[in-house]
C-alpha cells in the first residue's frame, strides 16, 4: 500500500507541471491594433518583442533565447512578448506543441492579420517581412533586428537602453 502512495504521489509531481505548462500556453490570436499597443508603450520597461513562427527554422533556433531573457530579466522593467504569424488554423497543432514541447514560458500570442502590408511598416519601416525579426524599445529608444539574435545580442541592447 505505501507503495503505491509513494508512485501516486510521484505521478502527480511529474504530471501537473506538464499540465499547467499546456494551460499556460493557450494562446490569444489577436489583430495588429491589440498588438500597436504593446509596440508604443511609454513606460520604464524595455520591450522585447519577437516575430517568428514554428516554420521559420531560424526562428526555432533563437527562441530558446528569448525564453532564457523572460526568465534572467523575470524580477526587472523587461517583457518578452513572442509574436507568431503561425496560420491559425495551425494553431492548435503547431504552435502549441512547440510551445509545450519547448517550454516556452514567456507570453505568446498569435497575430491574425493577412495583409502584412498594411502593419510591417508599423513595427518598423527597415523591416521587408523576414522572419525572424524582433524590436527592442524603451520609451522612444528603438533597436529592430531582422535577422537571428543570440542571448548576448538581446542583453547588450537591453543593457544599453536601461542606461539611457
Not at 76 to 105: G, H, M, R, Y
Not at 146 to 156: A, R, S
Request: aromatic share 10%.
Amino acid at each position: 500500500m505505501h507503495c503505491k502512495l509513494v508512485i501516486t504521489v510521484c505521478l502527480l509531481f511529474i504530471l501537473v507541471p506538464v499540465n499547467l505548462l499546456q494551460a499556460q500556453n493557450s494562446v490569444p490570436v489577436v489583430g495588429f491594433s491589440d498588438l500597436e499597443k504593446s509596440l508604443n508603450s511609454n513606460s520604464d520597461t524595455v520591450y522585447v518583442i519577437n516575430f517568428w513562427a514554428t516554420w521559420c527554422a531560424p526562428c526555432r533556433k533563437e527562441l530558446p533565447e528569448f525564453e532564457r531573457i523572460h526568465k534572467s530579466f523575470s524580477h526587472e522593467k523587461v517583457k518578452v512578448l513572442l509574436v507568431s504569424l503561425d496560420f491559425p488554423n495551425q494553431a492548435e497543432k503547431s504552435l502549441k506543441n512547440f510551445l509545450v514541447s519547448n517550454a516556452i514560458t514567456a507570453q505568446v500570442i498569435l497575430l491574425n492579420e493577412p495583409d502584412a502590408n498594411s502593419w510591417i511598416d508599423k513595427v518598423d519601416p527597415s523591416w521587408s517581412g523576414a522572419l525572424p525579426a524582433t524590436l527592442i524599445y524603451r520609451k522612444n529608444e528603438r533597436k529592430f533586428f531582422e535577422k537571428e539574435l543570440t542571448y548576448q545580442d538581446i542583453t547588450n541592447s537591453i543593457s544599453t537602453l536601461n542606461n539611457l
